[in-house]
T-cell receptor
């Protein structure tokens, strides 16, 4: 299967601990996105990478959150000093940026990592 | 103001009937894209259909069609011949201009009744 994969699928942690999630995008996709989805809500944008460059960050991404995409392939999202309010589904998506013009830039989503902070 | 508004938290439809899921959007950009995604209980977001702001015809993809009314800023999803497997959350989303951020609505939970 060559879709977007995320690891782990579930993570339970205690408040104050650090957690790290991994996302492997579709191999030919140069754009990668992280979203957070809480119960009963749609996904909320966190950050966006084009290749290895982090080009956009939402104000939702506090200084406890950091994302990297060191070689322009997989990405990691780290949350330091987790809080109960961080409990959510963290979704990764990737897309292929088309050169020139406006493209619809469909995003393909992974299965998500469900984080529970106790 | 919300970029995407979905006013129907839950909808029921009889199997084999058609159903319309509402979506209105708010943007001042002339170029934008509208998307619908399906999220089954497994959690994965599945792309269904896309409509560009300059597209003159309503988008269709199999049993899915998008009723695009630009002046009213609405982009309703129509599912024809509903199947039990259509039971899921449905999200409307928008991308503005050449931006990369998607704005999602709060979703509509669709239940197909046998």
């Amino acid at each position: 299967d060559t879709g977007v994969s995320q690891d782990p699928r579930h993570k339970i942690t205690k408040r104050g601990q650090n957690v790290t999630f991994r996302c492997d995008p579709i191999s030919e996709h140069n754009r990668l996105y992280w979203y957070r989805q809480t119960l009963g809500q749609g996904p909320e944008f966190l950050t966006y990478f084009q290749n290895e460059a982090q080009l956009e960050k939402s104000r939702l991404l506090s200084d406890r959150f950091s994302a990297e995409r060191p070689k322009g392939s997989f990405s990691t999202l780290e949350i330091q000093r987790t809080e109960q309010g961080d409990s959510a589904m963290y979704l990764c998506a990737s897309s292929r940026g088309l050169a020139g013009g406006f493209s619809y830039n469909e995003q393909f989503f992974g299965p998500g990592t469900r984080l529970t902070v106790l | 103001a919300q970029k995407i508004t979905q006013t129907q938290p839950g909808m029921f439809v009889q199997e084999k009937e058609a159903v319309t899921l509402d979506c209105t959007y708010d943007t001042s950009d002339q170029s934008y894209g509208l998307f619908w995604y399906k999220q089954p209980s497994s959690g994965e977001m599945i792309f269904l259909i896309y409509q560009g702001s300059y597209d003159e015809q309503n988008a269709t993809e199999g049993r899915y069609s998008l009723n695009f009314q630009k002046a009213r800023k609405s982009a309703n999803l129509v599912i024809s011949a509903s199947q039990l497997g259509d039971s899921a959350m449905y999200f409307c989303a928008m991308r503005e201009g050449t931006g990369n951020q998607f704005y999602f609505g709060t979703g509509t939970s669709l239940t197909v009744i046998p």
